[in-house]
Structure formats: structure tokens, C-alpha cells
């Protein structure tokens, strides 16, 4: 409780300090780097502080928690909400203030649009921050293919950051229309984002038309009943690769699966699209400590070569 308690102390003090503090998780218990405290996160989205529950905790921590919480902060500026992601439905309780009727996750000057107390995700992932700072500082002047979107994030951040183009292509319409009202909450070029209701594995004539690309994202559920499992789907997306993008590029492979490791998605690479060429796997955020590395969100750089032309030769006529 202690060490949960100076994060919230640490978060008193950014409030007391700054009128505007970017989204960030305030502890994370689930890397196993603070025993008997798995079962917890915090968040900060402005001015919520979200509490999420994977357990039922321990008898009295809520009571304790909730108490020292209410010297911290100003009840009537600031948000506590408990989710319960062991219970079915992942039910919210707000405990203190008013859930404002639209929440945002704030990166800088870029707001994304959250769906808290309404669904078990948020709408933005906090621990995915490094997979956007890169694809931030490779955007410019790219077409950029975005694969699994969700709600875009990926997508506003490099048209911001001076992407030519940006396809998304989830097979929800639900979260891309989230995307499209991301695009226009930050006032974005609406010509340079594109966005398809697509079933991924089912769709690549329809993907690979609107390329060629020079930069390819794949941020995949690691399981998804009926449409996506990571250990046997995510060889099909590699596979494609070399013709969705022709002219050679980058790829920005994301996988958060526990139970998959770095190498498991490496050897993918090596069995399924040779040609690409390990560049490095992006450290993971420091607001996400984990015990054992191949637990955490795994983000791997990939580059491709040019495609090589096979040109038949005709033999010499004697």
C-alpha cells in the first residue's frame, strides 16, 4: 500500500505544479516489482484517476486506499474510479467527483478520445507510448499502413508528425469511427487518413491496393476469438509484408502476449519474411516495470529491402 500511496503523492504534487499533466500510469503493479500488489494499476488521465482491479484485493485495501487518497486531492477538481476487471463486464464505480461526460488521454498536444466506465479498455494504451515516439520520429513524408487500429492512436500521432498518408484497417467500425472523431478532435488533415472495416486476414488485395507502403504497423490482439490468435495468425501478416511494401521500408512488429516471447516473434520473422533485417527491439516504457522482460509489451523494429525483380533470361542463341 505504501509504495501505491508515494505515487499518488508524486501524482498530488504534478497537479499542485501543472494546469495541463499528460496521461501516465501512476503505479503498475502488475510487473511483480512490488509483492502482493499484482493485482493493481493506476492511471492518471486527467482529471481521473482510474484504479483498476485484475483481483479481488485484500480485505480493508480499498477502505485504506480510498482514506489516504482524500488528503491527497481536491475532490471536487479531481476523478477516483475503481474498475473491476475480475468481475464479468469489468464494472466501474465512481467514488469521488464527477466522470466528465467526455475523457480524454492527453501526448503533448494531441487529446484521444476514452470510453471510461463504458468498456474494459480505455481506448489508449499507455504502455504502447515508445511504438508511438517512434513511429513519431519516422513518420514524415510516409505512407504509413496501420494494421489493427483500434482507435488510431498510431495513426494520429504520425499524420501530426507529417505522415503523407495513413491507412487504418480494423475490422471493428465501432473503434474506427473512435479513430475518425481522434483525427478531427486534433484538428488533422482529414485527406491524409483512410480507414477500412476490414477483416485483416481477408482482406489484402483491398490492403494492398491503396499502397505501395514505407512504413507498416502491426499492433495485433494477441487472441481474439474467431478473428486474430497471435501464435498461429501473426505469420500471415508477416508473410505479406514484401508486397505491401515493394520499395522496401520499415516495419513496426507489437505484440502483447505474456506467454510469447521475443523470440517466438523473431523466429516468425525468420520463417516467413527473410529478407527483413532486425533492427532493434524499443525499450519498454519506465512507468512499466517488469520482473521478467519477456512478459512486457515486446515492440520490434523490422527493415525491407527493396523487392528484387526476377527478370527470366533467354538463353543465347548459338
Same mark, same amino acid.
Given at each position: ?10 501524482? *498530488? ?37 482510474? !484504479? ?61 478520445? &476514452? ?41 494520429? !500521432? ?29 484538428? &488533422?488533415?482529414?485527406? #491524409? ?29 494477441? +487472441? ?9 495468425? +501473426?505469420?500471415? !501478416?508477416? #508473410?505479406? &509484408? ?40 524499443? #525499450? ?15 515492440? &520490434? ?5 527493396? *523487392? ?5 533470361? !533467354?538463353?543465347?542463341?548459338?
Amino acid at each position: 500500500m505504501n509504495a501505491i500511496i508515494e505515487r499518488l503523492e508524486l501524482l *498530488a504534487e504534478k497537479i499542485a505544479a501543472s494546469e495541463l499533466i499528460d496521461s501516465y500510469r501512476v503505479f503498475h503493479g502488475r510487473g511483480h516489482t512490488f509483492p502482493g500488489l499484482e493485482f493493481v494499476t493506476v492511471d492518471f488521465f486527467q482529471p481521473v484517476i482510474l !484504479v483498476t482491479l485484475f483481483a479481488e484485493p485484500p480485505h480493508n485495501f480499498l477502505t485504506q486506499l480510498i482514506n489516504k487518497s482524500r488528503f491527497l486531492f481536491d475532490t471536487k477538481k479531481t476523478v477516483l474510479l475503481i474498475q473491476r476487471r475480475y468481475i464479468a463486464g469489468a464494472p466501474s464505480e465512481c467514488i469521488w467527483g464527477v466522470l466528465p461526460e467526455h475523457c480524454v488521454a492527453r501526448r503533448g498536444n494531441l487529446q484521444f478520445a &476514452l470510453h471510461l466506465a463504458q468498456q474494459q479498455n480505455s481506448g489508449f494504451f499507455l504502455d504502447m507510448e515508445p511504438g508511438r515516439a517512434w513511429i513519431e520520429q519516422n513518420a514524415r513524408n510516409k505512407r504509413i499502413l496501420n494494421l489493427f487500429a483500434y482507435t488510431c492512436a498510431f495513426s494520429v !500521432v504520425a499524420v501530426a508528425a507529417g505522415a503523407e498518408c495513413v491507412v487504418n484497417v480494423d475490422m471493428s467500425s465501432a473503434a474506427l469511427n473512435l479513430g475518425r472523431s481522434n483525427h478531427i478532435r486534433n484538428s &488533422l488533415d482529414k485527406s #491524409r487518413s483512410e480507414f477500412l472495416a476490414e477483416n485483416i486476414l481477408k482482406s489484402w488485395s483491398r490492403i494492398k491496393k491503396r499502397g505501395p507502403y514505407d512504413v507498416v504497423v502491426i499492433d495485433p490482439p494477441s +487472441y481474439q476469438k474467431g478473428s486474430f490468435i497471435a501464435e498461429k495468425d +501473426y505469420a500471415k !501478416v508477416i #508473410r505479406r &509484408l514484401p508486397e505491401l511494401m515493394p520499395e522496401g521500408g520499415m516495419v513496426l512488429a507489437c505484440l502483447n502476449a505474456p506467454e510469447l516471447s521475443d523470440v517466438f516473434l523473431r523466429k516468425l520473422f525468420l520463417e516467413n519474411c527473410t529478407s527483413a533485417e532486425f533492427v532493434e527491439r524499443l #525499450r519498454p516504457h519506465s512507468d512499466f516495470p517488469d520482473i521478467d522482460p519477456e512478459q512486457q509489451l515486446k515492440l &520490434l523494429v523490422y527493415r525491407l529491402p527493396p *523487392a528484387v525483380s526476377q527478370v527470366s533470361q !533467354v538463353p543465347e542463341q548459338i
